[in-house]
DNA sequence: GAGTAGCA
DNA sequence: ACGC
């Protein structure tokens, strides 16, 4: 499997899974939006939407609202556990993460063609050690990444469908957004948009 | 500061 | 730069 450093501590994994991967991806995420619906997060204080929606599936899922960022075990409107994590996101935490427990969390991101997602760190997890492990589906999205500083000088890089990106080391916190998606990129959804899936070790094992 | 607006 |  190729990769590319981006940074370091930030690995690129072009074409990580391939069409029928993607597609049976795809599918599990159809059965966890019907469990587990899309909500739209919103902004600690000021409750300002985010223009992506989101759910997740795992022991945790993350939610925002007025109160702030957190993990819970539940969904925030159903109140319902999250569903299990699928085989196949396990799988991929196994084969990229590199991480000897298996994840607490798998984030489910989803953009509409004109959602955004400003630069930000993942932070509000216990287990800085762990990676955090992203995939892609639908359509291109140009993910601009930086360092642990906001100031610090960014670049960016296109995100196709398939692709991974592991977020690890020195490269775990680092400052990462989107500024767009390409619209039509990509036929796998069919009414367009981008789902990203984040898998992550939210507490410290033991 | 996981939001937006606006300007270089 | 803003502002809740």
């Keep these: 499997m190729s990769s590319i450093t981006l940074s370091p501590g930030l690995v690129y994994y072009p074409d990580y899974l ?23 997060p919103r902004m600690p204080r ?8 989101m759910t997740g599936c795992g022991r945790l899922g993350w939610v925002s609202d007025k109160a702030g960022y957190r993990y819970q075990p539940t969904h925030p409107e159903t109140g319902a556990p999250w569903p299990a994590m699928p085989d ?38 216990e287990a ?17 990444y930086g360092g642990l500083e906001r100031t610090d000088p960014t670049r960016s890089v296109r ?30 959804l069919p009414q367009g948009g981008r789902l990203n899936l984040t898998l992550r070790k939210v507490t410290t094992p033991l």
Aim: charged share 25%; proline share 9%; net charge neutral.
């Design 159 to 188: 995100l196709r469908s398939g692709d991974a990106i592991v977020f690890g080391g020195p490269a775990r916190l680092i400052y990462h957004g989107v500024d767009r998606l390409m619209p039509g990129s990509s036929d796998l």
């Design 128 to 144: 800085f050690d762990a990676p955090v492990v992203s995939l892609s589906l639908g359509d291109t999205a140009l993910f601009r």
């Design 18 to 40: 391939d069409r029928p991967a993607q597609e049976r991806l795809l599918q599990s995420l159809r059965e966890i939006t019907k469990a587990a619906p899309l909500f739209t």
């Design 46 to 53: 000021t409750g300002k939407p985010f223009s992506v929606r």
């Design 88 to 125: 196949q996101v396990l799988r991929a935490w196994e084969s990229l993460g590199a991480y000897p427990y298996p994840p607490d969390a798998c984030l489910v991101n989803f953009y509409e063609p004109a959602a955004r997602m400003g630069m930000h760190q993942d932070k509000d997890e």
